[in-house]
């Protein structure tokens, strides 16, 4: 899996050529039977063939395959045979039989499963038919149980690893515009974000939520999810600035979250520092903090480092998911919106968290402090300070 311009194409024309070829321009190779298979005729032949970094180009002279048009197939010097198909003609694969096979840009196919299955009965050639994928990851379930399969060996490729042959200006570009978005960590970053059975967030319902702009706001907090130690191998302290903009009617708001600032492996002053720093970078109005496993020792950490912090202590009575599941409604309303390209990280955990708990590894940091955040900031609001123009709304 690789972002756009990685060389995905060079892997999967090499891996071929590592399958096909032998010691010598006419000595048998592992594989004699290949499928090359794309979403189009079209695709195959002017991308995995023919393409810049497609087979003929990266083949030496010697050991160059013949292209027979009539035929749609490669023919190495050695006899061994690739054919062209069509993932849009999943049935064209019925019949022929394989050793071999290169799959490219799976994830985009339109008939991706039956394509997908009917190239597996027909790898049955040879000792270990085995195949290569090539593909910028989307979030569909013929990748995700590829991915679950055991046999299954996984590398990635953000697009940087390939720019000695891109463009200066391309990478620039794409960066400046889509660094730190979801789209980024996928078309660029080569990473499959997908949503979680029975996720309180979707993917679809974040990206919805972006903003370019954050208006000003009437009142913002930070809010600190402490970890139980502080050292590398500890879970990272969640830091999440939020604020809420009062727009007419008591009823009439909307929440922005502003900024990740979560740390991993800090002490306890740094982490405070980190959050006092947010505070001052946005002028925040408190610090909210969970006290569940520091109790009296978070705020004398935190009022170590500024004595006259604007200071809340939470304590968790429920379990995350159900403490997560009120914020989460907040945002099927519409009432949230998020700093677009800011809150990656934030947006991935929160579509692992479900109606079961957190589905991702560790714990979920950020999310923990999203949710006080917002609990302090809208949720709760008897129990937060309010500026004087807030009372009178």
């Known amino acids: 899996m690789g972002g756009r311009g990685a060389g995905k194409t060079r892997a999967g024309a090499e891996w071929v050529r590592s399958e096909v070829e032998g010691s010598t321009p006419l000595a048998p190779g592992r594989s004699k039977r290949v499928a090359l298979v794309g979403e ?76 997908w299955d009917m190239l597996q009965f027909g790898l049955r050639l040879g000792q270990t038919p085995r195949q290569v994928v090539t593909t910028t990851p989307r979030n569909v379930s013929v990748l995700k149980r590829i991915l679950d399969n055991g046999s299954t060996v996984v590398t990635h490729a953000p697009t940087e690893a390939n720019s000695a042959y891109l463009a200066d200006s391309f990478l620039a570009e794409v960066r400046a515009r889509y660094a730190g978005t979801r789209l980024g960590r996928q078309e660029l970053d080569g990473i499959l974000l997908e949503d979680a059975e029975g996720a309180l967030w979707t993917l679809a319902m974040l990206e919805a939520l972006q903003v370019d702009r954050i208006p000003d706001l009437d009142r913002v907090v930070v809010a600190v999810d402490p970890p139980v130690s502080g050292h590398g191998a500890s879970d990272s302290c969640g830091i999440v600035v939020a604020g809420v903009r009062m727009a007419g009617p008591p009823r009439d708001w909307v929440a922005y979250v502003i900024e990740d600032c979560t740390v991993q492996g800090a002490s306890p002053q740094g982490w405070a520092e980190a959050a006092l ?34 200071y809340r202590a ?45 589905e991702g590894r560790g714990s979920p940091d950020r999310v923990d402090a999203l949710v006080w955040a917002l609990q302090d900031l809208v949720l709760d609001p008897a129990a937060g300070f309010r500026q004087p123009r807030l009372r009178q709304l």
């Not at 970078?281 to 500024?306: F, M, T």
Request: with cysteine.
């Open 314 to 358: 939470v304590r968790a009575s429920r379990g995350k998911a159900a403490r997560a599941e009120p914020v989460a409604a907040l945002y099927e309303q519409g009432r949230v919106k998020h700093a677009r390209g800011r809150l990656a990280d934030l947006e991935e955990q929160m579509c692992q968290m479900t109606v079961r708990g957190f």
């Open 277 to 310: 720093a947010a505070m001052a970078r946005h002028g925040a109005e408190r610090l909210v903090a969970e006290v569940n496993q520091g109790g009296n020792l978070v705020e004398s950490v935190i009022r170590q480092v500024d004595p006259l912090v604007p």
């Open 40 to 115: 189009t005729i079209e695709q195959v032949r002017e991308v995995m063939v023919m393409g810049d970094s497609g087979i003929l180009a990266c083949s030496p002279p010697d050991r160059r395959p013949v292209w027979e048009a009539t035929r749609k197939r490669l023919v190495w010097p050695n006899g061994a045979v690739a054919q062209v198909f069509s993932a849009h003609e999943p049935e064209s694969l019925r019949g022929p039989q394989f050793d071999a096979a290169w799959v490219d840009e799976l994830a985009k196919w339109k008939k991706a499963e039956d394509a």
